[in-house]
């Protein structure tokens, strides 16, 4: 069965860096398009970014970008989000999403548990 | 502030009908028919219940049911029970990104 498990998470200081890592298996993670997505304690859902199936296009959301990279390596079914600049804002928990379709639909169809990441002086 | 807007609760008995709209702009919901629904149990992953505004993937319950007029997603939930009781997320492309509502927390009385 697919399974996404994010590792990676825990405690920084503001102008920090993490680095996030998600295992991808039951599926052909090289034929997938993947995302990260947060969620604040207690609030709401907010995509952070994603990569094409091939690693070739990438995009972020207004308040991550140039701060975060997301990247993947296919020979090991795995994807990274790489944290920098981190603001106590950044607090949340990381989701790695499956997109629904292959080449990209923006719809996450399946989610790993979370990673949290907490940035705190 | 969320980029589409859900009312923050909503209640109803179990066998009963509800609905959650979830209003964006032209720019999201209005501009595009890439409207999507999440279902998230405390404490669990979100669950991708409704996507394409009314499509159900595989293995949905057919009580869920999706539909869009103008700038304003609903997401219909019919016979009610108790497993329903959950917080409820929009969701509708905008120009490279998602953006999702601030989530509904919905009370099966």
């Known amino acids: 069965q697919v399974q996404l498990v994010e590792s990676g998470g825990g405690v920084v200081q503001p102008g920090g860096s993490l680095r996030l890592s998600c295992a991808a298996s039951?599926?052909?993670?090289?034929?997938?398009?993947v995302h990260w997505v947060r969620q604040a304690p207690g609030k709401g859902l907010e995509w952070v970014a994603v990569v094409s199936y091939d690693g070739s296009n990438k995009h972020y959301t207004d308040s991550v970008r140039g701060r975060f990279t997301i990247s993947r390596d296919n020979s090991q079914s795995t994807l990274y989000l790489q944290m920098n600049g981190l603001r106590p804002e950044d607090t949340a928990l990381y989701y790695c999403?499956?997109?629904?379709?292959?080449?990209?639909?923006?719809?996450?169809?399946?989610w790993g548990r979370g990673t949290l990441v907490t940035v705190s002086s | 502030q969320s980029a589409l807007t859900q009312p923050a609760s909503v209640s109803g008995s179990p066998g009963e009908s509800i609905s959650i709209s979830c209003t964006g702009t032209g720019s999201d919901i209005g501009g595009y028919n890439y409207v999507s629904w999440y279902q998230q149990h405390p404490g669990k992953a979100p669950k991708l219940i409704i996507y394409?505004?009314?499509n159900r993937p595989s293995g949905v319950s057919t009580r869920f049911s999706g539909s869009k007029s103008g700038n304003t997603a609903s997401l219909i939930i019919s016979g009610l029970q108790a497993e329903d009781e959950a917080d409820y997320y929009c969701s509708s492309y905008r120009i490279t990104s998602p953006v999702f509502g601030g989530g509904t927390r919905l009370t099966v009385l």
């Open positions: 999403a499956r997109d629904y379709v292959p080449t990209g639909s923006y719809y996450f169809d399946y």
């Open positions: 394409d505004v009314s």
């Open positions: 039951g599926f052909a993670f090289t034929s997938h398009t």
